[in-house]
C-alpha cells in the first residue's frame, strides 16, 4: 500500500509563495495518477492539481491555473505543488492523493476516484 506524507505547509502572507511537498513510500508516483486537493473548514474536498501516471500531463483547477504548478520529480519519488500569488482564500488543509490500479477513467477531479490519500498539510494566507 502507498503511504502519502505531505510537507512544506505554513503561514504565508497574501502574495507569497509555498512548495507543498509529497512524497510516498511503497509505491512509485510515477506509475499513478496523483492529485492535489484542499479542505478548507466548513467546505468540501476540491480539487487543485493532477499529473497523469507516466506523462508529464497535468491538470488545474480554475483557481490553480497560472499561480500553482505541479511537478513529479521520479528520483525522489515526490510530487510537489508550487504556489504563488497565494491568496486568504487559499487557505486550506491540502492532501495528495493517488489513483491506483484499476485507474480511474474518468475526470480524476474527484476524491472517489483516488484511493490512498496522506495526513494533509495546513496552509494559512494571511490579508
Known amino acids: 500500500q502507498v503511504v502519502l506524507v505531505e510537507s512544506g505547509g505554513g503561514l504565508v502572507q497574501a502574495g507569497g509563495t509555498l512548495r507543498l511537498a509529497c512524497a510516498a513510500r511503497g509505491g512509485m508516483l510515477v506509475r499513478y495518477n496523483v492529485g492535489w486537493f484542499r479542505q478548507a473548514p466548513g467546505k468540501e474536498r476540491e480539487f487543485v492539481a493532477g499529473?497523469?501516471?507516466?506523462?508529464?500531463?497535468?491538470d488545474y483547477s480554475d483557481s490553480a491555473r497560472s499561480r500553482f504548478t505541479i511537478t513529479r520529480v521520479e528520483a525522489e519519488n515526490t510530487v510537489y505543488l508550487q504556489m504563488s500569488s497565494l491568496k486568504p482564500e487559499d487557505t486550506a488543509i491540502y492532501y495528495c492523493?493517488?489513483?491506483?490500479?484499476?485507474?480511474?477513467?474518468?475526470?480524476?477531479?474527484?476524491?472517489?476516484?483516488?484511493?490512498?490519500w496522506g495526513q494533509g498539510t495546513q496552509v494559512t494566507v494571511s490579508s
Open positions: 499529473v497523469l501516471r507516466n506523462v508529464d500531463i497535468t
Open positions: 492523493a493517488v489513483d491506483v490500479p484499476p485507474y480511474s477513467r474518468d475526470s480524476r477531479r474527484t476524491p472517489d476516484e483516488y484511493d490512498s
